[in-house]
């Protein structure tokens, strides 16, 4: 059997895993996985435009490149951070965490933040490291840059926050959990004025300056007779839907979408999967462990579709782009959809290196990071 250099599960404090339970994007845990389903013969039905690539350092963790005030920040495994002019693709800054990355990056437009596998924070501003600090958990949900302020989820489901500027430790909210926990991208993102955070099964709002808890509600129920069966952390990034809807991924056990404004959970539906979902108003989009690919109606749950077409392509978590969906695989491929029928429109290539990471997207642009370094933008007409 052969060993993935990333572990899925982790207990806390003791970097302990489980082998041969689950595949990443370019990780396969057996030698002789399921060969990936042959794409399709596609005529396109929908045209985008290439704005630029570029080619970066060597991504071995899931990382979605941060866009914000017209820059885009990315960061390669070695530690590199690039900043990047949007629009020109002009490097304005590189710097280097002194270590290798195991989560990034937060971006605000001015601040790039990291995780080092050695368990350092590492906030980046202009070219130069403003400051890191030691955290007590390892690390794989990309740190959030928001409010002058760095939040930060560990494995152990605690979230921290450090003052953006200086890294004066401000607050941590630890609840209790059990001790085995995934080793994918959690949920960490803003609402208004509540910072959302998925720890275990449950959706948690918080109050960022604070720390205090705002609400708390069960997106699943855990279920099984053992640690690994139990569990059912949420994966992010997390689709939002209107000021107050949230859906999500529990760890292959449900597809869940909560209404926030009411404390309520609208809808859940048992779907076995480990990366993150997307969608619209309408669909709610996401893929199961063998990559069937399934849309639900977002305001019941209703299946609406379902297709084998990216079976054991090893997908990436699903992107809502302008009135599509696009979702990577691990041949380096991104789809893109129509997310009402689950039809393909289009297929746009890369360097061949997986998809890691859910497409990142901002307004018609959307930017797709590969394994091997490169960095790729297209523009929705």
């Not at 990366?275 to 109606?297: E, I, L, P, T, Y």
């Not at 054991?312 to 699903?318: A, D, E, F, H, P």
């Not at 691990?330 to 393909?344: I, Y």
């Not at 997207?361 to 523009?379: H, L, N, P």
């Amino acid at each position: 059997m052969k060993q993935a250099k990333r572990q899925p599960f982790a207990r806390h404090a003791t970097a302990w895993a489980l082998l041969g339970l689950l595949a990443l994007p370019g990780c396969a845990l057996w030698s002789d996985k399921p060969k990936p389903a042959a794409l399709e013969t596609l005529a396109p039905a929908a045209s985008v435009t290439g704005l630029w690539s570029a080619a970066d350092g060597r991504v071995e963790f899931p990382m979605q490149p941060g866009l914000a005030s017209g820059r885009l920040a990315t960061a390669a495994s070695d530690g590199t951070v690039t900043v990047r002019a949007f629009e020109r693709a002009a490097i304005l800054w590189t710097a280097n965490a002194g270590g290798r990355l195991a989560a990034g990056v937060g971006f605000d437009g001015d601040r790039a933040a990291v995780v080092t596998a050695d368990n350092e924070l590492v906030v980046m501003s202009k070219g130069q490291v403003s400051w890191r600090t030691r955290l007590t958990s390892r690390v794989s949900t990309a740190p959030l840059v928001a409010g002058e302020r760095v939040f930060v989820l560990g494995l152990d489901r605690a979230v921290q926050a450090y003052d953006a500027v200086d890294g004066r430790y401000l607050w941590r909210l630890q609840r209790s959990s059990d001790p085995l926990s995934v080793n994918l991208h959690g949920v960490l993102m803003p609402m208004g004025d509540t910072l959302v955070v998925g720890q275990g099964a449950r959706l948690v709002g918080v109050d960022p300056t604070r720390g205090s808890v705002r609400w708390d509600l069960p997106m699943a129920t855990p279920r099984g007779s053992n640690e690994v069966e139990r569990l059912a952390d949420l994966v992010g990034p997390a689709l939002r839907l209107g000021s107050d809807t949230v859906c999500a991924r529990a760890f292959q056990s449900a597809v869940a979408c909560l209404d926030v404004g009411r404390s309520a959970l609208r809808w859940t539906r048992n779907a076995g999967g480990v990366q993150a979902v997307g969608g619209n108003a309408s669909v709610v989009v996401g893929a199961d462990a063998s990559d069937r690919m399934s849309g639900w109606r977002a305001e019941s749950g209703e299946l609406l579709w379902s297709h084998e077409r990216f079976l054991n392509r090893q997908l990436s978590g699903v992107s809502t782009w302008d009135a599509w969906v696009a979702v990577g695989d691990a041949q380096g491929q991104v789809h893109v959809m129509d997310p009402g029928s689950g039809k393909t429109l289009l297929r746009l290539s890369t360097d061949g290196g997986a998809i890691q990471a859910a497409p990142r997207v901002s307004g018609k642009v959307m930017v797709v990071v590969t394994r091997k370094g490169g960095v790729y933008v297209w523009q929705a007409p």
